[in-house]
């Protein structure tokens, strides 16, 4: 089967220091997404790409997460400084965009991130 | 604007009983459809979606929703509980016309099956 894949699984880090986390989406797939899940906000999007290129990151705080994709087999998402707000589980998906709703996301299994 | 609201954060039922998790949608012009199921520890996977063609829809481990526009809902159901269905279901929606393709999500509904 093909998967996403994300790494690290599992972070534990200090405030202050960076993270990054990365996801390596389905071969073909031109649509990468990041969503951050918590039991207080539920599924929020974070970012995604369309061929590479960002098309959203609304969702994003600016001032400390970053996303990109330096090519079309990683995409990363990187926090500096961490917060502890920023414990999380942190999850990427892909899917072919055929330019409608229709698309299906495929999920990896997530970066569960712990900030002390 | 779209959203999606789901009844129940929490729903218990027993083994063998039926499974029924709620679903309502709004959505200005036709929708897609999605449920997704999350089991502890895992991402999201999907288990069923609607795109405009039958509006009774079968996804896997015998789960189907049905599509019923009058009443704006794409309610979630399977006829016997498993302890292995015991996870989160996600519902969502997605404009038809959208072509930067937002997906809106429901908030969830644990499943919870008991003995």
């Known amino acids: 089967d093909a998967r996403v894949t994300q790494t690290p699984r599992h972070k534990v880090t200090e405030m202050g220091q960076e993270v990054t986390m990365r996801c390596q989406p389905i071969l073909g797939h031109n649509t990468v997404f990041w969503y951050r899940q918590t039991m207080m906000q539920g599924l929020e999007l974070l970012a995604y790409f369309r061929n590479r290129a960002p098309l959203d990151d609304s969702g994003m705080p600016k001032d400390r997460f970053s996303a990109e994709m330096p090519d079309a087999t990683l995409a990363t998402l990187k926090i500096q400084p961490s917060e502890p707000r920023d414990s999380a589980v942190y999850f990427c998906a892909s899917a072919i965009s055929w330019g409608s709703g229709a698309n299906v996301l495929t999920f990896g299994a997530g970066s569960r991130l712990t900030v002390l | 604007a779209q959203s999606v609201t789901q009844l129940g954060s929490h729903v218990s039922v027993s083994e063998g009983a039926l499974v029924l998790l709620r679903c309502n949608y709004s959505?200005?012009?036709?929708?897609?459809l999605f449920w997704y199921v999350q089991y502890p520890n895992q991402g999201l996977q999907l288990l069923l979606k609607?795109?405009?063609?039958a509006t009774l829809v079968k996804g896997i481990n015998d789960f189907e929703a049905e599509f019923k526009k009058s009443e704006t809902s794409f309610h979630l159901t399977k006829p016997s509980a498993h302890m292995s269905d015991a996870a989160e279901y996600f519902c969502?929606?997605?404009?038809?016309?959208?072509?930067?393709?937002?997906?809106?999500w429901g908030a969830g509904t644990k499943l919870i099956i008991k003995p």
């Open positions: 969502a929606v997605s404009d038809a016309v959208d072509s930067n393709y937002q997906l809106i």
């Open positions: 959505s200005s012009v036709p929708p897609y």
């Open positions: 609607y795109t405009s063609a």
